[in-house]
C-alpha cells in the first residue's frame, strides 16, 4: 500500500512582495554609490575605490538576478514542472557565486601591479568615498537582514556585506595615506579586498552546489530522522530514506516504511503521526513515504 502524491509548489505573491521591495530599493542605493566610488576612485587614483564600485557593479547584478528569481518563484508549477520554479534561486545563486571569484581575481592581478609600481592616491577624497559608501552598505544590508531564509536574498546580501567590509578597509587605508603618505596600502586593501570576496564567493558555491546535488541539508541528519521515525507506534523500520532541498528553506523527503500487522489495519493513521513529526522536529513538509507491510518483498532496486 503507498502514499504518495504530487507536490504543486505554489507560493503566494505577497509571499515575496517584501523582498523584491527590499531588493529594489538596494539596487537604487547600490547603483547610485557605485557611480560615486567610480567617479571618486579616478579622481583620486585609487584602484581600491575603482575595485569596491566593481565589485558594486556585481552587486547590482546579483541583486538583479536575485529579484528577477524571487520574482519568478511565485509564479504556478506548470504540469511539467511540479515543484514550480524554485530552483532558479538557486541557480542564480550560483552565477552570483562564479561572478564574485571572477571579479576577485581581476582585483588581485591589479593590486599586485600596483604594489610593484605604486601610484600617488588623494587620501582626503578616499575618505570621504569611503564613508560614503560604508553608510550606503550598512543600509543596504539593513534592507535585506529580514529575509534571511532565501540563500538567493542571502548571496545578495553577502554582496553587500563584502562591500561594507572592504568600504571600511578603504576608509582606514585612506587615513594611512592622509596621514602617513604610504601609498601601497591602497593596492594591499584592494588584495584583502579580493580575498574576502573569495570567501564569500566559495561559501555560497558550497551551498548552491550541494542544493544542486540534493545532498542532506546541513544540520540534520538522515540517521536521526530514521530514529525519529520508528519512534511512532507501528512502526517497525525505515528505509530508501532520501532527504535533500528543492531550494533554501524547503526540504523534501521520500522512503520507505515498514508497519506492523495491526499499524497496517490503520495505516492512514501511522502515516499521520509520521507526517506530522517530520513537519514538527526536522520543518519537512514535502514528504512522500511508501507504505510496506513486514511481509512485503521489495520488486526492483532500492537506492
Wanted: hydrophobic share 50%; with cysteine; charged share 15%.
Amino acid at each position: 500500500m503507498g502514499a504518495g502524491h504530487v507536490h504543486r509548489a505554489v507560493a503566494s505573491p505577497g509571499d515575496s512582495e517584501s523582498p523584491r521591495r527590499s531588493l529594489r530599493l538596494a539596487i537604487g542605493l547600490t547603483a547610485a554609490i557605485m557611480l560615486v566610488e567610480f567617479a571618486g576612485g579616478i579622481r583620486a587614483n585609487s584602484l581600491a575605490l575603482i575595485s569596491d564600485a566593481g565589485h558594486m557593479l556585481a552587486d547590482i547584478l546579483a541583486l538583479a538576478m536575485a529579484l528577477f528569481a524571487v520574482t519568478i518563484a511565485v509564479r504556478p508549477a506548470p504540469a511539467r514542472r511540479t515543484f514550480g520554479y524554485h530552483r532558479v534561486e538557486i541557480l542564480s545563486a550560483l552565477v552570483n557565486g562564479l561572478l564574485l571569484v571572477v571579479i576577485a581575481i581581476a582585483i588581485a592581478v591589479e593590486a599586485w601591479r600596483r604594489f610593484m609600481a605604486p601610484q600617488p592616491v588623494d587620501g582626503g577624497i578616499l575618505l570621504t568615498i569611503a564613508g560614503i559608501g560604508l553608510l550606503a552598505n550598512l543600509a543596504g544590508m539593513w534592507m535585506l537582514s529580514r529575509h534571511s531564509r532565501s540563500i538567493n536574498v542571502r548571496s545578495a546580501r553577502m554582496h553587500i556585506a563584502s562591500d561594507a567590509l572592504s568600504s571600511a578597509g578603504v576608509l582606514m587605508g585612506g587615513l594611512v595615506i592622509r596621514f602617513t603618505g604610504w601609498q601601497r596600502v591602497d593596492p594591499i586593501l584592494s588584495a584583502g579586498i579580493a580575498v574576502m570576496i573569495l570567501v564569500g564567493a566559495f561559501r555560497i558555491l558550497k551551498e548552491t552546489v550541494d542544493i544542486l546535488l540534493e545532498a542532506t541539508p546541513v544540520g540534520m541528519e538522515p540517521d536521526d530522522v530514521c530514529q525519529a521515525i520508528e519512534t511512532v507506534p507501528g512502526v517497525r523500520g525505515v528505509h530508501d530514506l532520501h532527504i535533500w532541498s528543492i531550494t533554501s528553506g524547503m526540504t523534501a523527503l521520500s522512503g520507505h516504511v515498514i508497519l506492523d500487522r495491526e499499524a497496517m489495519a490503520r495505516s492512514d493513521d501511522a502515516l499521520n503521526r509520521i507526517k506530522g513529526l517530520l513537519q514538527e522536529r526536522f520543518a519537512i513538509v514535502h514528504t512522500t513515504l511508501q507504505i510496506e507491510s513486514e511481509t512485503y518483498t521489495e520488486v526492483g532496486e532500492v537506492h
